[in-house]
């Protein structure tokens, strides 16, 4: 019996929903095309075998998660785009990393990437207290550098040389978001 997606957070555009088993097969998809690939941390190939072991990790219930990983499914056709997630939590300090990957080609560039993370940056500052959110984010990949500024993020540093690209090394910028920075924005998203 196949169940539908659970939507955990409702954007415009896309909704942020709990990981299926059934839907494994699209990440080992996304994560051994090299257009994706190239921007992920990882950069081994992904099997079937080891995303279901992810997924049984992260979906086992921990009292005080330190990660969050949602699916993106479009909210006009239900159909999955993408990962975004929340990591490396830490309650005391009030400080969390995020970070994403749209796999389906055809959705790049619709504002689906935009409404996740204001979603998700939203639900981190409002439900889980949080008053900081990073990021990191290749040189080589303005597209991701111009949705996370348009989120609120600010480039607070760059690491120079810091990554491996394609065979040479670029630089990796970090970002971050304070918690009263973004509620301007989300209040103006909300508007729009």
Same mark, same amino acid.
């Given at each position: 019996?196949?169940?539908?997606?659970?939507? +955990?957070?409702?954007?415009?555009?896309?909704?942020?929903?709990?990981?299926?088993?059934? %839907?494994? !097969?699209?990440?080992?998809?996304? +994560?051994?095309?090299?257009?994706?690939?190239? +921007?992920?941390? =990882?950069?081994?190939?992904?099997?079937?075998?080891?995303?279901?072991?992810?997924?049984?990790?992260?979906?086992?219930?921990?009292?005080?998660?330190?990660? +969050?990983?949602?699916? &993106?499914?479009?909210? @006009?056709?239900?159909?999955?785009?993408?990962?975004?997630? &929340?990591?490396?939590?830490?309650?005391?300090?009030?400080?969390?990393?995020?970070?994403? !990957?749209?796999?389906?080609? @055809? @959705?790049?560039?619709?504002?689906?990437?935009? %409404?996740?993370?204001?979603?998700?940056?939203?639900?981190?500052?409002?439900?889980?207290?949080?008053?900081?959110?990073?990021?990191?984010?290749?040189? @080589?990949?303005?597209?991701?550098?111009?949705?996370?500024?348009?989120?609120?993020?600010?480039?607070?540093?760059?690491?120079?040389?810091?990554?491996?690209?394609?065979? =040479?090394?670029? %630089?990796?910028?970090?970002?971050?978001?304070?918690?009263?920075?973004?509620?301007?924005?989300? %209040? !103006?998203?909300?508007?729009?």
């Amino acid at each position: 019996m196949t169940i539908d997606r659970i939507p +955990f957070l409702k954007g415009k555009l896309v909704h942020l929903c709990v990981p299926r088993k059934e %839907d494994m !097969a699209h990440i080992v998809q996304w +994560f051994n095309d090299p257009s994706i690939l190239q +921007f992920l941390a =990882s950069r081994e190939p992904a099997t079937l075998e080891a995303e279901m072991e992810w997924y049984d990790r992260v979906t086992k219930s921990q009292p005080h998660q330190r990660d +969050f990983v949602f699916f &993106l499914e479009t909210k @006009a056709d239900k159909q999955l785009i993408g990962t975004m997630g &929340l990591h490396g939590i830490n309650y005391r300090t009030q400080v969390g990393s995020t970070g994403a !990957a749209i796999g389906h080609h @055809a @959705a790049h560039g619709k504002g689906y990437g935009t %409404d996740a993370k204001m979603q998700l940056l939203h639900w981190a500052f409002t439900e889980l207290n949080l008053r900081k959110v990073v990021s990191n984010v290749l040189s @080589a990949n303005p597209r991701s550098l111009r949705y996370l500024e348009k989120t609120g993020y600010k480039v607070v540093g760059t690491r120079k040389k810091h990554s491996l690209f394609q065979g =040479s090394f670029v %630089d990796e910028h970090i970002l971050e978001v304070f918690k009263e920075d973004f509620m301007p924005l989300w %209040d !103006a998203y909300q508007r729009t």
